[in-house]
């Protein structure tokens, strides 16, 4: 893969991430009690949901963070699909089948990015030589 295309991609799926985490974290206990009350009827109990709705933001601010300095790129690529597929399974048990696609996108990306991460050149990691 061309080291700018690279570039490119991680950069949009770092904005996206990072710009998730970075408007929930001010209002985080706003967005649990969103998060909680949309599970509320879910398959999943409230002792998963409640955690979760804490760390999203946190991972989403944390991944994006360092996907955009190209620092810890694998793990983070690694760890932002993880996310997705948490995700993804959640977006399952409340049936919200419209979020899925831009879910789905965000795991394919990881993934293509998983595949070519020779060509992170644009990087801290390429700087430091890790």
Request: aromatic share 12%; glycine share 8%; hydrophobic share 55%.
């Amino acid at each position: 893969m061309n080291t700018t295309v690279f570039l490119l991609l991680r950069l949009g799926i770092a904005i996206s991430m990072f710009g998730h985490g970075l408007v929930r974290l001010p209002k985080l206990q706003t967005f649990s009690q969103w998060m909680i009350g949309i599970f509320e009827k879910s398959m999943l109990p409230k002792i998963v949901v409640v955690p979760f709705s804490y760390f999203l933001p946190i991972a989403e601010l944390t991944i994006g963070l360092l996907l955009f300095t190209g620092l810890f790129t694998k793990p983070a690529l690694l760890l932002g699909g993880i996310m997705m597929l948490a995700l993804l399974f959640g977006t399952s048990m409340i049936e919200n089948w419209e979020a899925i696609p831009s879910q789905l996108l965000h795991l394919i990306f990881c993934a293509i990015l998983l595949q070519f991460i020779d060509s992170n050149i644009w990087s801290l990691d390429s700087l430091l030589g890790k």
